[in-house]
């Protein structure tokens, strides 16, 4: 256990629907990563909050989604009228300060659209 | 941000040590260099981090090449526990890690 939790481990869910995770980084960390992770594929990077803010986002996030981080706590991955090119493991990580500080990975939630 | 070029599989016999070579020839003068594993459907676990000097962990040793273009992940005593497709990523300071297919290592026992 690397104290991220991720909320739902699975989730099925029909192709138009919405769906939204939820990640609880480690107390003290400051800043959260999203990735998106499809079979046989390293991890590819989605976003990244420094406290309450969204500093960076991929191009890979497209208008469907969108992730918020209130009060620089626990974070949501929102997918609006999912796709089955969404189906993926969706990782979240957090890391406490800048360069040379590790990142620790949940065990992510695993989304099949069908 | 730097690309990494690992092998896309190794083997190696349960007790010995797993040597992984990672090569990073664009990596900056500011880069860590970052190993993490993965085991089938589970989060990437954190192994070990360097920028020149070696490090070393309860889990691992990083041996960094003087030029830092290429490093050297070695685990001592493998076991079959130690399965996993293991990553050697390059980190500048937001962590946008740009990650490769790594490599994948299976212990034989």
């Known amino acids: 256990d690397t104290g991220v939790s991720q909320d739902p481990r699975h989730k099925i869910t029909k192709r138009g629907q919405n769906v939204t995770f939820r990640c609880d980084p480690i107390?003290?960390?400051?800043?959260l990563y999203w990735y998106r992770q499809t079979l046989g594929q390293g991890p590819e990077f989605l976003t990244y909050?420094?406290?309450?803010?969204?500093?960076?986002k991929s191009r890979l996030l497209s208008d469907r989604f969108s992730a918020e981080r209130p009060k620089g706590s626990f974070s949501t991955l929102e997918i609006q009228r999912t796709e089955q090119g969404d189906s993926a493991m969706y990782l979240c990580?957090?890391?406490?300060?800048?360069?040379?500080?590790?990142?620790?990975f949940g065990q992510g939630t695993r989304l099949t659209v069908v | 941000d730097a690309k990494t070029t690992q092998p896309t599989s190794m083997d190696c016999a349960e007790g010995r040590a797993a040597n992984l070579p990672c090569n990073h020839s664009?990596?900056?003068?500011?880069?860590?260099v970052y190993w993490y594993r993965q085991i089938h459907s589970q989060g990437p676990q954190y192994i070990i981090h360097?920028?020149?000097?070696?490090e070393t962990n309860e889990m691992a040793s990083l041996i960094i090449t003087e030029d830092r273009k290429s490093s050297t992940l070695i685990l001592p005593h493998a076991t079959l526990r130690d399965t996993a497709v293991y990553y050697c990523?390059?980190?500048?300071?937001?962590?946008?890690?740009?990650w490769g297919a790594g490599t994948k290592l299976i212990i034989k026992p």
């Open positions: 990580a957090s890391r406490r300060g800048g360069r040379g500080t590790e990142a620790f």
């Open positions: 107390s003290e960390h400051n800043r």
């Open positions: 909050f420094q406290n309450e803010a969204q500093l960076e």
């Open positions: 664009t990596i900056s003068g500011n880069e860590y």
């Open positions: 360097g920028l020149k000097n070696n």
């Open positions: 990523i390059v980190s500048g300071e937001n962590y946008q890690l740009i």
